[in-house]
């Protein structure tokens, strides 16, 4: 008597999710193809702050999951005021701290920062931190773009790293940045700062040592 074998019905993975030829074919299958009509959905790319990968995401969306790790991403922008407690705000959106708020060890992952109040803690922006107010930073400070204002002295505590650096006002402590670093007219840098490309314009003060 000839075996019958049937053939399996459930593809066999051990995430339990479908392989990637077969989940691919699938979704080919049932994606509407309307050539011209289709409709775009305005995205845009985000890095996700929990695995550091980068995913697509619409535009308008408040929050989406990471493609590749799945964590909860947040997109909204986050109002820090006076009197607030809340000290770790992870999100993709930009953050404003407004001014008369006083906060240490505030810990912040997201996109655009601005600083009006005097806070603490640790800076983590893919986009462009900005200090409005002058205070001393006890954490780590890492974003693209770090911004210090005209009449703000701002005290690093632990360091920070960036890629491009302004100075309108007054910025001590040790300093990393990977392209260039610009001491305005009236400003100052004092510290040790590694860079490649530090500029200081006419009337701009850098007193320190470069390590290169
Ligand atoms: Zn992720």
Do not use: W
Request: glycine letters at 10%; a positive charge; charged letters at 25%.
């Amino acid at each position: 008597m000839p075996e019958f074998k049937t053939e399996p019905i459930v593809v066999p993975s051990d995430s339990g999710l479908l392989p990637a030829g077969e989940r691919d074919r699938r979704v080919a299958l049932t994606s509407f193809r309307g050539g011209d009509s289709r409709v775009q959905v305005p995205t845009r790319e985000v890095i996700c702050y929990e695995c550091g990968s980068k995913s697509r995401v619409p535009s308008a969306a408040l929050s989406a999951n990471c493609i590749h790790c799945h964590a909860h991403l947040n997109m909204a922008d986050v109002e820090i005021r006076p009197g607030s407690r809340r000290l770790t705000v992870r999100t993709l959106g930009d953050v404003h701290v407004q001014p008369d708020t006083v906060l240490s060890h505030l810990s912040v992952v997201c996109r655009h920062m601005e600083v009006e109040g005097r806070v603490s803690g640790s800076f983590r922006c893919s986009g462009t931190l900005r200090f409005c107010e002058s205070t001393r930073v006890g954490g780590t400070i890492s974003a693209r773009r770090l911004v210090v204002d005209k009449g703000v002295q701002l005290e690093l505590g632990s360091g920070a790293a960036a890629e491009e650096v302004e100075v309108y006002g007054q910025l001590s402590g040790i300093l990393q940045a990977k392209k260039k670093v610009t001491v305005y007219r009236g400003a100052v840098l004092e510290g040790n700062c590694k860079c490649p490309d530090i500029e200081v314009r006419p009337g701009g003060r850098y007193v320190g040592n470069d390590s290169y």
